[in-house]
């Protein structure tokens, strides 16, 4: 039977992590916009406590904690793996077992990333409807495989009601070749519409900063996310405009982090780059950067990229992945291609071509209002899952 609208709907999310990186925040933004447009009734469950938990619960959000597991790994394939898969797999259909009645009366799963099966477990033993967010490429973007192989993965998600890819690149890599009824390309809502900056606002305030340029590059620090080409071409940069700064916002792995502090040493520029660590409140390195750099070759889509957009900041980035679909080149913000070297050339801009960069800016707001909202994301999933039979 349909899925009864008519009456107050109930959706239990689940997400794969508890930390604040972009999937988390574009869950948190995607309940709010449910809550607030269509006020829906949401049971949020991550495998542990931690930053969503606090975050969901200072905003009202109704939480819970069951302890699942992620059935994938990250790196070289071993023989141990496979064990940990049997034994996570086996632990996961316990908890699904001891908690089905616990989530009988919602009508809809929902599961925030592929890097998680659980919500496809219990959409099955509960024979509920299962909506599955894919945020990721796996591979390429995090260096991510499934126990039991792609193979496994895909044979869930064709179980799947629906299937959600954040950008054209996701639904191309992840989902072209699906059999699932519902497959949709809806991009993420970062900021509700009154919080985007206005025209005036950022013609007024595009000077705020004085002479110093600052550049950042936001996010989880790992090669995949290539921190090291921004820092290449703003070592180019120094040879030119020495009132620059590059700002290294995240946290990471330790051993890369080591080898970019050893690179930046070497190059005798350590005064002018800042590791600033992860930062809960982001909009604070937005109010004092002029530009955002974007250096991932295979970003799913770019939360960070939109939100600066939608501050009134420039953004650099890469020419692939979801980042080419957010940025036209010299109309909302600037593409790179062929290395540090190019990248730096891009960097230029904002000292040699200040109204152009003025006339980007105003476009990246138009961008954002347009295709980014949270309203727009949520009235999108709302109808998606209007759409959905049990």
Same mark, same amino acid.
């Given at each position: 039977?349909?899925?009864?609208?008519?009456?107050?709907?109930?959706?239990?999310?689940?997400?794969?992590?508890?930390?604040?990186?972009?999937a988390?925040?574009?869950?948190?933004?995607?309940?709010e916009?449910?809550i607030?447009?269509?006020n829906?009734?949401?049971?949020?469950?991550?495998?542990?406590?931690?930053?969503?938990?606090?975050?969901?619960?200072?905003?009202?959000?109704?939480?819970?904690?069951?302890?699942?597991?992620?059935?994938?790994?990250?790196?070289?394939?071993?023989?141990?793996? #496979?064990?940990?898969?049997? %034994? $996570?797999?086996?632990? =996961?259909?316990?908890?699904?077992?001891?908690?089905? +009645? /616990?989530?009988?009366?919602?009508?809809?799963?929902h599961?925030?990333?592929?890097?998680?099966?659980?919500?496809?477990?219990?959409?099955?033993k509960?024979r509920?409807?299962h909506?599955?967010?894919?945020?990721?490429f796996g591979w390429?973007?995090?260096?991510?495989?499934?126990? #039991?192989?792609?193979?496994? %993965? $895909?044979?869930?998600? =064709?179980?799947?009601?629906?299937?959600?890819?954040? +950008? /054209?690149?996701?639904?191309?890599?992840?989902?072209?070749?699906?059999s699932?009824?519902?497959?949709?390309?809806?991009?993420?809502?970062?900021?509700?519409?009154?919080?985007?900056?206005?025209?005036?606002s950022?013609?007024?305030e595009?000077?705020?900063?004085?002479?110093?340029?600052?550049?950042?590059?936001?996010?989880?620090?790992?090669?995949?996310?290539?921190?090291?080409?921004?820092?290449?071409?703003?070592?180019?940069?120094q040879?030119?405009?020495?009132?620059?700064?590059?700002?290294?916002?995240?946290?990471?792995?330790?051993?890369?982090?080591?080898?970019?502090?050893?690179?930046?040493?070497?190059?005798?520029?350590?005064g002018?780059?800042k590791?600033?660590?992860?930062?809960?409140?982001?909009?604070?390195?937005?109010?004092?950067?002029?530009?955002?750099?974007?250096?991932?070759?295979?970003?799913?889509?770019?939360?960070?990229?939109?939100?600066a957009?939608?501050?009134g900041?420039?953004?650099?980035?890469?020419?692939?992945?979801?980042?080419?679909?957010?940025?036209?080149d010299?109309y909302?913000?600037l593409?790179?291609s062929?290395?540090?070297?190019?990248?730096?050339e891009?960097?230029?801009?904002?000292?040699d071509?200040?109204?152009?960069?003025?006339?980007?800016?105003?476009?990246?707001?138009?961008?954002?209002?347009?295709?980014?909202?949270?309203?727009?994301?949520?009235?999108?999933?709302?109808?998606?899952?209007?759409?959905?039979?049990?």
């Amino acid at each position: 039977m349909n899925v009864d609208i008519t009456r107050r709907i109930k959706i239990v999310f689940f997400t794969h992590y508890t930390e604040l990186y972009g999937a988390n925040k574009s869950l948190i933004n995607l309940i709010e916009g449910l809550i607030s447009i269509y006020n829906v009734e949401v049971l949020l469950i991550a495998p542990t406590s931690g930053k969503i938990i606090e975050l969901a619960l200072q905003k009202g959000i109704n939480c819970d904690q069951i302890a699942f597991h992620n059935e994938v790994y990250f790196g070289k394939s071993k023989w141990s793996t #496979f064990c940990k898969g049997i %034994f $996570k797999f086996l632990c =996961n259909w316990f908890i699904v077992i001891k908690y089905a +009645s /616990k989530l009988r009366d919602y009508d809809i799963i929902h599961s925030n990333s592929s890097a998680t099966l659980i919500g496809a477990y219990f959409s099955y033993k509960l024979r509920k409807p299962h909506v599955w967010h894919i945020r990721e490429f796996g591979w390429e973007d995090y260096k991510m495989k499934y126990y #039991f192989g792609d193979r496994y %993965f $895909k044979y869930w998600a =064709n179980k799947a009601d629906a299937v959600i890819a954040i +950008s /054209k690149a996701i639904y191309k890599k992840r989902m072209a070749a699906a059999s699932v009824r519902h497959k949709n390309i809806i991009f993420n809502g970062v900021i509700f519409e009154n919080e985007i900056e206005s025209k005036f606002s950022v013609e007024k305030e595009i000077d705020r900063l004085g002479s110093k340029v600052i550049f950042a590059i936001v996010g989880l620090i790992s090669a995949e996310k290539n921190q090291i080409e921004a820092i290449e071409a703003f070592t180019l940069l120094q040879q030119y405009e020495n009132n620059a700064e590059l700002w290294i916002v995240g946290a990471g792995a330790e051993e890369y982090i080591a080898e970019l502090k050893l690179y930046i040493v070497k190059k005798g520029i350590v005064g002018k780059i800042k590791f600033i660590g992860f930062v809960d409140n982001i909009s604070s390195i937005y109010e004092s950067i002029n530009c955002l750099v974007m250096c991932s070759k295979h970003e799913a889509l770019g939360r960070v990229t939109i939100e600066a957009m939608g501050k009134g900041i420039t953004v650099i980035g890469y020419n692939n992945g979801g980042t080419a679909e957010i940025i036209t080149d010299n109309y909302n913000g600037l593409l790179y291609s062929d290395g540090p070297q190019h990248l730096f050339e891009k960097m230029r801009y904002l000292f040699d071509k200040p109204s152009l960069i003025k006339e980007m800016r105003v476009n990246g707001l138009k961008t954002v209002k347009e295709h980014f909202t949270i309203e727009r994301c949520s009235i999108a999933i709302f109808n998606l899952y209007n759409s959905i039979k049990t």
